[in-house]
């Protein structure tokens, strides 16, 4: 069999049964916004993006959701084959943590880290990889800061008969190497960044030898390899419009899981680092409070060493260090900022999703920054609760959701993101600990 025809063979549906609870479209909460999310612009001519100014990077059928304004988009038959390894996720009720709390709130987690991953990033690396190989497209070259997101687009490219070539923050490569190896059994090649393969890393070691590196640092590394080869793409793990909503599989199951049993969340917690778990999972409940004016309450936990939503500037600014990507309306904390190397290393980005900036900015979302330290706390209080250690990310939104179910004279309803399980990030726990 020729390589095209295995990797066409890979693409087309298997006729496996798919049960009738894994969602069928994803959910794009810019139709239902009150006002337009501002348009990601060309650094060069400072006008509006277009389709061809997206091609060297993105197949067409990301950069068509990428502008998407259609409430609904329907997920191709074969994602949704490979989401129901896992999906849909669990909706489990927290018994044992309301009982060590002492609180009259209820209290609920979405759990991602059911993923052969481990988090919720393989609901945009599936989808994104399927994309690129309907296209033609043979290697995928993306960033990736604690792994999850790395590890994640190596396993779906393995499905689909990719090449995987990833970029990780130098921090978290040195702090987390069961991540690399994850990657590398999946068939993905991890270097570390910034590195001396390309123009812009051997630039940024030249102005900083020992820097810790940086989201937009390994972003530029990724994006530069990606533009050189037409045969090869970039990948983004968080941010971009399409990747918000494919993660919206999150916030869908949720709502469904909550409606089945009669309860609406009160207030959701997520977790906020570029913002796709966060937006995945809260979404379609900003668009029911929109259509329907329902009040769920949404509350963005981000970490305070990297408070973009909560510090930042609402501005128009550059998604990585060299200055390659388009130009975004986002919070931001400038593209040259970089985060101390704290544990949870997929929340150390500069910016926040254009999409999610623009949600705060119209109040439908509110946000708190949480120290690494309170972060951890509660992630064990978690672990010895409810059995499940969170990944370092995860763990700030449960500790504003202790926050909030410490404080409530209510039986109101919590609802938390967990996004991801924290097995390989046991070094950050001991550190902890």
Known sequence: MSETTSVKSLIEPTGAVVPSTVPTHWYNLAADLPEPCPPALNPGTQEPLGPDDLAPLFPMGLIMQEVSTEREVEIPQTVREIYALWRPSPLIRAHRLERALGTPAKIFYKYEGVSPAGSHKPNTAVAQAYYNAVEGTTKLTTETGAGQWGASLSFACSLLGLDCEVWQVRSSYDQKPYRRFQMETYGGVCHPSPSDLTESGRAMLAADPDTTGSLGMAISEAVEVAAQDPNTHYALGSVLN????????????????????????????????????????????????????????????????????????????????????????????????????IHAGGLRYHGMAPMVSHTLNLGLMTAIAVEQEDAFAAGVEFARAEGIIPAPESTHAVAGAIARARAATTDETILIGLSGNGVLDLTAYADYV
Not at 253 to 261: F, K
Not at 289 to 297: C, H, K, L, W, Y
Not at 320 to 340: C, E, I, N, Q
Request: proline content about 6%; hydrophobic content about 40%.
């Open 242 to 341: 399409h990747v918000l909503l494919h993660q919206s599989v999150i916030g869908i199951e949720a709502m469904d899981q909550l409606d089945q049993i009669g309860e609406r969340a009160d207030v959701i917690f997520g977790c906020a680092g570029g913002g796709s778990n966060l937006a995945g999972l809260t979404f379609p409940f900003i668009g029911r409070n929109v259509r329907e004016g329902t009040s769920t309450q949404i509350v963005a936990c981000e970490p305070a060493a990297c408070p973009s939503l909560t510090q930042g500037e609402y501005r128009y600014d550059h998604g990585d260090v060299a200055g390659l990507t388009p130009l975004l309306k986002m919070h931001t904390l400038g593209k040259d900022f970089v985060p101390l190397p």
